[in-house]
């Protein structure tokens, strides 16, 4: 942008939050530096872009007339109330978990957003301390999806995209998203898939190629008293479907033995854990990597994954 | 980079943060809205041709410069900040959401309190920002205790799992930091027992005690540079070429490699450097055949009896 043009739009700004009452287009061209030199089209056409230019910004201008009598052409203000982010004044502890709050997305993809609003919390007189040194948090990745599915998330429009489930070839996809979360170090969308006619989550990592928004904004519901944290911990993680016997030498399998949900000591230096598991070829991947020291008793599917896995080893 | 505004939106904020902090320096406001101190004259230059309809001398923003520092005298009207986006919004009260959630990172109480003062003040946009969650695994017995021998910069005692030779060790370390990275919580501390810096998970410490001991300074402690990832490998760590085939991928995707080939048949040759050769062979036991050591060739060998030796009570 021009030093010009931010001259120009700083001044509509001020101008348009100076007005009470809506200043008509002309009145606008009068007041404002910048837009007297031009042909009427040429004005006309610049103060649509800038209109836009500051709409995007999220600046909330107002258009209305003045009377009803007559056909006033629009009128434009900037409202003070919805301008203005309203007096906030933090104690030093609040102000110092807000600059912790802020390092704590500093490198997901909410980042910039994070220090955009931290510099107008600053405006407003608000001295938050850049929070350093003992915490180094870093949250949040860098999938390409994760943007469009946060805006369709904001503005509850129904997107389409391509998902490869794992195991499976690519599909399309359309679901009205209810929210994202981040869930053991990945972004996830939680929608209703409306292909399905079901409640599903997706990892964005897995979504290929871009994520179209398609219908209107607010066309989506979420379900009231939505928990999307259980939800995706409960579709992306893994319910136990069985329970495995598991021997394991006393002292070994420290992972394993904080996940039993059961143990009964043996004399002969041995235990017997008892473990949940839902698919027995992953719990097999877990069992076999303590060798010698994990042996499945039962059930034969678990077992057998576990053989199968030594035996192409062996040979 | 991340507080950087445009041109616009910058100068929107400046005009309030200069009225709210008259003699501030200008240095500490290029500092702040990171811009050079060059550019933030350029904004004030241009701060100062604006102003209210009419644009006669009392119309106009005013500025005093005194030395180095400066004083807004007349805003325009431009009292306020603009109000937060849904984005920004999104972002402070999602970062202070997962602030409340995870036990230990800080006093539960003072980020509700703020979270309420946030979410009164972004209004509407707030809405949104209930949509979005963050969750990071903080490890409720463990991260409070490391958190409060930080502050109190005491020495900790651990017992510590090591997969890789599946054991407890028993050791103290001195606090150096705490990581959040990806999901999982780390102790970053100067370990006694190793004399160095090492990198502790949180949901692997199977007790942590704070100590009465003074945790000392550590000059030589090299904190780790996360640009590069979590994880260094030494020259001096053993180079070892797996084969992974489909199922076994995400063992070159979950651990820093030295190169990744693909050879056709699906099948990836990955080569990476482990100070630890014991977790190597743990690995390639739970792939089974999905997986295999192909350097070195005693290690392979290693892992051939491992299974044996594995495989010997199924046949019993």
Not at chain 1, 96 to 125: C, I, Q, V, Y
Request: charged share 25%; with cysteine; hydrophobic share 40%.
């Amino acid at each position: 942008m021009s030093a010009k043009k931010t001259e120009r739009l700083l001044n509509l700004v001020i101008c348009l939050l100076h007005t009470h009452r809506f200043l008509s287009v002309q009145e606008i061209r009068d007041a404002v530096p910048g837009y007297a030199s031009d042909t009427e089209d040429a004005f006309r056409r610049m103060f649509e872009r800038d209109k836009a230019e500051l709409r995007e910004l999220g600046i909330p201008l107002e258009t209305g007339t003045e009377s009803q009598a007559h056909d006033d052409e629009l009128g434009y203000r900037i409202a003070r109330r919805d301008y203005e982010l309203p007096p906030i004044s933090l104690e030093p502890d609040e102000a110092a978990a807000l600059g912790l709050a802020a390092r704590l997305l500093h490198s997901a993809p909410l980042g910039s957003a994070t220090g955009t609003a931290l510099l107008k919390l600053r405006a407003a007189g608000i001295d938050a301390p850049e929070a350093t040194g003992a915490l180094e948090p870093r949250v949040g990745g860098n999938e390409p999806a994760f943007e469009a599915c946060l805006a369709a998330v904001t503005v509850k429009q129904v997107v389409r995209f391509t998902y490869r489930a794992s195991g499976r070839e690519p599909e399309a996809r359309q679901v009205e998203p209810w929210g994202v979360v981040w869930w053991h170090g990945r972004w996830y969308l939680v929608g209703h898939d409306t292909g399905r006619d079901d409640t599903r989550v997706f990892r964005l990592s897995r979504i290929v190629g871009p994520v179209a928004a398609v219908g209107p904004e607010q066309a989506v519901t979420p379900p009231v008293n939505l928990d999307l944290s259980a939800l995706v911990a409960r579709m992306a993680g893994e319910e136990p479907r069985a329970t495995a016997q598991v021997r394991m030498r006393a002292g070994a399998g420290w992972a394993l033995r904080r996940e039993a949900t059961g143990c009964t000591p043996g004399d002969d230096g041995w235990d017997v854990l008892e473990l949940g598991y839902s698919d027995p070829e992953r719990f097999a991947d877990r069992v076999t990597g303590y060798g010698a020291d994990a042996v499945v008793l039962s059930p034969d599917e678990a077992r057998d994954a576990v053989v199968r896995r030594l035996q192409a080893l062996a040979s | 980079m991340s507080g950087s505004l445009a041109r616009l939106p910058r100068l929107l904020a400046l005009v309030p943060y200069l009225l709210k902090h008259p003699g501030v320096r200008v240095a500490d406001v290029a500092a702040l809205f990171e811009v050079t101190e060059e550019q933030l004259r350029r904004d004030l230059d241009l701060l100062w041709v604006c102003g209210l309809p009419g644009h006669g001398p009392g119309d106009l923003i005013d500025l005093e410069f005194e030395g180095d520092t400066i004083t807004l005298s007349e805003p325009a009207g431009v009292t306020a900040p603009l109000r937060l986006t849904v984005d920004e919004a999104l972002a402070l009260l999602v970062a202070l959401r997962t602030l409340a959630e995870t036990p230990g990172l800080a006093d539960r109480e003072v980020v509700d309190r703020t979270l309420a003062k946030v979410e009164a003040a972004a209004g509407a946009a707030a809405e949104p920002s209930h949509r979005v969650e963050v969750t990071v695994e903080g490890e409720e017995q463990v991260l409070p205790v490391v958190r409060q021998a930080l502050d109190a910069s005491l020495r900790l005692h651990l017992s510590y799992y090591v997969p890789g030779r599946d054991e407890t060790t028993e050791r103290d370390v001195d606090p150096l930091r705490v990581l959040l990275v990806d999901g999982r919580s780390y102790l970053e501390a100067w370990c006694l027992l190793a004399e160095g810096v090492r990198l502790f998970r949180l949901d692997r410490v199977v007790a942590v005690t704070m100590l009465d001991i003074a945790a000392e300074a550590h000059p030589e402690a090299e904190q780790r540079d996360l640009s590069q990832g979590l994880f260094r490998a030494s020259p001096d760590d053993t180079l070892v070429t797996l084969a992974l085939r489909p199922g076994a991928h995400w063992v070159a995707d979950y651990h820093p490699c030295e190169s990744v080939e693909q050879i056709g048949d699906g099948t990836v040759v990955a080569r990476l450097r482990t100070p630890d050769t014991a977790w190597v062979r743990r690995l390639a036991l739970r792939l089974g055949d999905s997986g295999s050591v192909l350097e070195p060739p005693e290690l392979a060998e290693q892992v051939r009896s491992d299974a044996r030796a594995a495989l010997s009570a199924y046949s019993a």
